[in-house]
């Protein structure tokens, strides 16, 4: 097991990224669990006031001020769940250098 700190841009990118994987049943299963470690309790959703955006389906919106309130989560992943994260971001042709301030903390941590 290994503690990872992430913050909630990283805990809603990671697991909108999870979110859009096709793959096996134990590819799923992984990314369901991954999912289920860094979803943010109704309290953190509130705080931050994180919201559909009605213009872009699939696209979140949340008060980015109020995120860095609520602080980084910590939570315990297995050498396999890391693996997946390295192998999710790593090959992830949409990335922009925008990403850069919450993907490469991410992978150095990994």
Same mark, same amino acid.
């Given at each position: 097991?290994?503690?990872?700190?992430?913050?909630? $841009?990283?805990?809603?990118?990671? !697991?909108?990224?999870?979110?859009? $994987?096709?793959? =096996?049943?134990?590819? !799923?299963?992984?990314?369901?669990?991954?999912?289920?470690?860094? *979803? +943010?309790?109704?309290?953190?959703?509130?705080? !931050?006031?994180?919201?559909?955006? $009605?213009?872009?389906?699939?696209?979140? +919106?949340?008060?980015?001020?109020?995120?860095?309130?609520?602080?980084?989560? =910590?939570?315990?992943? =297995?050498?396999? *769940?890391?693996?997946?994260?390295?192998?999710?971001?790593?090959?992830?042709?949409?990335?922009?250098?925008?990403?850069?301030?919450? +993907?490469?903390?991410?992978?150095?941590?990994?």
């Amino acid at each position: 097991m290994k503690e990872l700190a992430v913050n909630v $841009q990283q805990r809603l990118n990671i !697991i909108g990224l999870l979110g859009q $994987q096709r793959g =096996t049943v134990a590819d !799923i299963r992984l990314s369901s669990g991954l999912i289920d470690k860094l *979803e +943010l309790a109704e309290g953190e959703r509130a705080a !931050i006031n994180l919201r559909a955006d $009605q213009q872009r389906p699939g696209v979140l +919106l949340w008060d980015s001020a109020a995120a860095q309130v609520v602080g980084p989560k =910590t939570v315990a992943i =297995t050498g396999e *769940e890391a693996e997946k994260l390295r192998q999710l971001c790593q090959p992830w042709p949409n990335f922009q250098p925008a990403d850069c301030q919450w +993907l490469l903390p991410l992978l150095e941590a990994l």
